[in-house]
């Protein structure tokens, strides 16, 4: 197996929104250092931005503070935050927005000149090039980047991550990036569970479907910390194409209504002690409805009138074409007929909800040399991308700091025999287990056993305590995926962090005894929020010589 061995001053896992940014803020703040991006895919279209964005979700408009916006999160995540991550997203979250504006990226305005908000706390975008913008702005650095590389383990020495590992697609490489720090950007975790779409289908998901928690999985692996796996997203979206609601919901002003016709919300989040519809209650609701025979649900979208509905059209093709395209073949008119919604599977992410690494404010994981930004950072729900960009810009600012007393340690030779030997095995195993099977039978267990679709994303114990036995079972006969090429060996090593994942998520989903975030986090054995006594964050440190995962709790102000 060929090796490409590479020294850098900091290496970025992942070439998403968040990595790119965080490239192009080390060259702001310290132009001779050395740079690596690590990215599984080509920085030009990868993440879960890859198609692009009509709206930044996370902007303070007039009116709007950082102690307000701390506020919103923390209601709508049921009292559970980290205060201290949220707050200091917030403070940049404006000067992040204009840094980008600033590179390219278009941001429409009013007659006055100021951004066309598209509620409290988002404005309107023309972001359907928001990653090739990025792209090119990095393109212009001193930057490295590696596209089509995949990030395998982390390069650990025990105490200190000292760079990582990674496997080329095209090439078969085994790279190995010697780095004074470690910034991992790469993305939450789609694919664990069983997707609505089947078949050639299956990839039409709500969430990148080639994020599968890779970021999350290297450092489980190594022992870090991780926190919040039970705060699962799922969300509401466009049926089938899995466009998002928000667009419809929040930007066209639309009703969410039953068969009969109903605005059904209200009856629900007030029976759930609220007197505000948090996003959550949206998704509950929907799925209730239908339960009781009075779906499907849909958007209300025949009040538009003909701006409206190009107005809608625009936003849609500035992130998610697939509808438009719909419409356009069945000769659809959203003005006529109302736009039919629904649940997907539940996604692990950091962004929308909070599963992540557990940082300190600095962007510190647990293990030194190893920092963590967007949706691989835990705590800080709401975030969306201009959140991860302020993630980001921490994380530089820490790590660049850090490095400065550093040195590149030397590698283990067998260390990096032991990792070329485990990432190529697939190809040497005839027959064997695809990681299409593994991956099939991951998602049934999840579906079946830990809330997926099938079961309303509902959960109890004995069905958990049977999840937990499977994955362990399934996580040994990894040992027999096999591979037919290059592209093969990394959709096995996809299995295998997925289910690193998975395992970590339904320790977590065991472990909190209570119902706190409706759909998200249902439990029929306990469906009731107990805030005298689940006020607290559930975290999780993984043990790779005993291969048990140990579950701690923090106090919600570390």
Known sequence: MKTIRLDTDILIIGGGAAGCFAALDIYKKSPHAKVVVMEKAHIERSGCLAMGLNAINAYLNEGQTAESYVSYVEREFEGIIRKDLVYTIAQGLNEAVHDVEAIGLPIERNKEGVYRHRGKRSVHIFGERLKP?????????????????????????????????????????????????????????????????????????????????????????????????????????????????????????SKQINVRGEDYLERYYKHLGGNKCLTHHRLFATLEETKAGRGPCYLDTTTLDDDGEKRLKEDFLNMNPQIVLLWASKGMDPGLKPVEIQGTEPFVVGGHCQAGYWIDKHRKTTIDGLYAAGEVAGGAPKKYVSGSWVEARIAVATALEDIKEISLENVDEGM???????????????????????????????????????????????????????????????QDLAAVNNYNVVEALECIDRIDVARVLVEHLIYRKETRWSCYQTRLDYPNKDDSRWLTFVNSVYNPDTDEIRMVERPLNP
């Open 133 to 253: 913008i990025l792209a090119e702005a990095v393109s212009q650095t001193p930057a490295q980047v590696l596209n089509r590389v995949t990030a395998t383990n982390f390069i650990y020495n025990g105490k200190r991550v000292c760079g990582a590992f990674g496997y080329g697609a095209r090439d078969g490489a085994l790279y190995v990036v010697r780095a004074k720090g470690v910034i991992v950007c790469t993305g939450g975790a789609s694919g664990i569970y069983k997707p609505h779409n089947t078949g050639g289908a299956r990839h039409l998901i709500w969430y990148c479907p080639w994020n599968v928690g890779t970021g999350y999985a290297m450092g489980i692996r190594i022992g870090a910390e991780m926190t919040s796996f039970e705060n699962r997203f799922i969300a509401l979206r466009v049926k089938d194409v899995n466009a998002p609601t928000g667009t419809i919901a929040v930007g066209a002003h």
């Open 416 to 478: 990096v025999h032991n990792e070329g030997a485990r990432v190529t095995a697939p190809l040497t195993r005839k027959p064997g287990i695809s990681p299409h099977e593994a991956q099939e039978r991951l998602q049934k267990v999840m579906d079946e056993y830990a809330g997926g679709i099938s079961m309303n994303y509902e959960l109890h114990e004995e069905r958990l305590l049977e999840a937990r036995q499977q994955l362990k079972r399934l996580k040994e006969r990894t």
